[in-house]
């Protein structure tokens, strides 16, 4: 079983900066890729962010210079820091993870998603 809790959302003004956290826990051999999604009211989710094991990470054009994605292995936790936010950035994050439990099964896994509202 694995268990994914974000943290960190909440109300910022345009400008405004937030982080958003995603702890991994549970059965866990080793984490492949750690990514955000949003999806806002009425439309799809989309994928934001991913970073992989390596650290090599991508992100969509729309946040490009202002989000970075990072990762601590040590914690199993990954980070989305949003910086220079934007009223069209309001949505509920999602976290998602590919890895490997301790049976060395392919496990895809997300979390419950956390609010982020840009306005003044």
């Known amino acids: 079983q694995v268990r994914l809790v974000e943290s960190g959302g909440g109300l910022v003004q345009p400008g405004g900066s937030l982080r958003l956290s995603c702890a991994v826990s549970?059965?866990?051999?080793?984490?492949?890729?750690m990514a955000w999604y949003r999806q806002a009211p009425g439309k799809q989710r989309e994928l934001v962010a991913a970073?992989?094991?390596?650290?090599?990470?991508s992100y969509v054009d729309s946040v490009k210079g202002r989000f970075t994605i990072s990762r601590d292995n040590a914690k199993n936790t990954v980070y989305l820091q949003m910086d220079g936010l934007k009223p069209e950035d309001t949505a509920v994050y999602y976290c998602r993870v590919n890895l490997r439990n301790n049976w060395g099964n392919l496990i895809d896994s997300w979390g419950q998603g956390t609010q982020v509202t840009v306005s003044s």
């Open positions: 970073i992989g094991s390596g650290g090599s990470s």
């Open positions: 549970g059965s866990i051999r080793s984490i492949i890729t």
